[in-house]
């Protein structure tokens, strides 16, 4: 397994931030399994230009981190399913949120500066 040369400082959000979702496909994974796509397959078809080796690296550390939880089925062949813990659940509400006030704030913004620009507008 890889060691880190240099220790990792967690002593700010960003930082920690950065660490826990810092991975090409990790965002589209934590977006999967909020949409209620559970298993490894399933994910891989979805996210067809991921190799299922990178995938499972990425579910090890979410689930490493804290992020989601991995359940195994005692059968054969052997089942796996993902799902969300209660913090990261509440990251995604939270995150929605955001994104939602972003895009509120930005058309408000949009509407505010064309109607400045034509009140504003010099007269020739």
């Not at 090409?24 to 190799?51: E, G, V, Y």
């Amino acid at each position: 397994m890889y060691e880190r040369k240099i220790p990792l400082t967690i002593d700010c959000g960003l930082h920690l931030t950065r660490e826990v979702l810092n991975g090409k496909w990790k965002p589209a994974l934590l977006k999967a399994i909020s949409l209620d796509i559970k298993r490894p397959s399933q994910m891989l078809r979805l996210l067809p230009d991921a190799t299922r080796r990178v995938l499972n690296v990425q579910l090890k550390e979410l689930e490493m981190h804290g992020m989601v939880e991995k359940k195994i089925f005692p059968q054969l062949p052997p089942k796996v399913e993902y799902s969300l813990t209660e913090i990261e659940a509440y990251l995604l509400r939270t995150m929605t949120i955001y994104r939602t006030n972003f895009k509120e704030k930005t058309q408000a913004k949009h509407s505010l500066r064309s109607v400045a620009n034509k009140w504003l507008r010099p007269v020739c």
